[in-house]
């Protein structure tokens, strides 16, 4: 079993920056590719990016690209996601995802596909 924790959401104006980090505990972290969702009120959970096993595989959904990047410490078991630019529809709940494929290049962007999840972080980005 993998538990993962979010943290770093909060308040920021238009414009500023946001530094989401979660926390895998359960299971070899080299094992796992993470991945970021979001889900707006009233919205379906959407895939924001992730990184496979391996970190060289690195997807984004086009409406964070240029704006958000994703990292993972593997030391520290951790993966995290810099949003600058932040706009208010950028306003969500955000989870961090994980499952176990096969190759480590493999990344996931569909939410079926992914086995654990966090809690959430809230993520609110005022005009």
């Known amino acids: 079993q993998v538990q993962l924790v979010e943290s770093g959401g909060g308040l920021v104006q238009a414009g500023g920056s946001l530094r989401l980090s979660c926390a895998a505990s359960?299971?070899?972290?080299?094992?796992?590719?993470m991945g970021w969702f979001r889900q707006a009120p009233g919205k379906e959970r959407e895939f924001v990016g992730g990184i496979s096993r391996n970190g060289y595989t690195i997807n984004y959904a086009d409406s964070v690209k240029g704006r958000f990047t994703i990292s993972r410490d593997n030391a520290k078991n951790m993966v995290h996601l810099q949003m600058n630019s932040l706009k208010p529809e950028d306003t969500a709940a955000y989870y961090c995802a994980a499952d176990s494929p096969e190759y480590t290049w493999k990344l996931h962007t569909s939410t079926p596909e992914y086995d654990y999840w966090g809690q959430g972080t809230q993520v609110t980005v005022s005009s």
């Open positions: 359960g299971r070899a972290f080299s094992r796992l590719a």
